[in-house]
């Protein structure tokens, strides 16, 4: 799948990293960081803890294009149950300076369709392209989990690699609550991403942002706005 997402995906984002450099240059760097997620649903509750670092070295092949990779390594801790990862990947960076010595780094928010009429399959295929999104762009993605309501998200770094998701739901569905969870919560992400099978007609209002329908399977509604991508079963 990862064929048919990244080019569209590359038309809607710039996704720059920390400074800008010239045609030659070197770049060493990389992340560090831990990270707590709780969840709580209907009286259960979860807690997960998350420690990463991944250096990471490039070589820029123009002004202000970065291309590189990086190797990273993962602790996860949830429920008394510890895992490792080790993890490596190419990177691709383009600079876009704000002003003098400063430069940002865009969300990306993805929603994704829980609801009873998206399968395992689905959920599964739309999990982990999310990682490789991660390992293809320097960004931060913003993982929205909902049916008829937002159930549960979570937000991810590179450091974050390998990714360990929790897609909760199995209701009707909704798109309306997402918009309004973006729009209560004060963020205004650089790209809208929704893994759906599109069996709603409940649309949210149309967002600021690029917005991209991720879609499993051919049948459902045709959204009112955005750009609309059809995932093969078989990606």
Known sequence: MKKLLFPVLALMLCIPPLSAQNKGDKYVGGIIGITTTSISIDGSSASQTTFGFAPEFGYFASDR???????????????????????????????????????????????????????????????AELSSILAAYETELVVIFHDSRVQAVQTFRRQDLPLHLVPVGGGGTDFRPVGRWLDDNGLRPACLLWFTDLECSSFPDEPACPLLWAVWGQGGEQPPFGELLRLPAGA
């Open 65 to 127: 294009l970065r291309v590189g990779g990086s190797i990273g390594y993962q602790l996860i801790s949830s429920d008394g149950e510890t895992t490792h990862g080790l993890t490596a990947g190419p990177s691709l960076a383009y600079y876009v300076r704000l002003c003098d010595r400063f430069y940002y780094t865009p969300q990306l928010a993805v929603a994704v369709d829980c609801s009873g009429s998206v399968d395992d399959a689905a959920l599964s295929l739309f999990c």
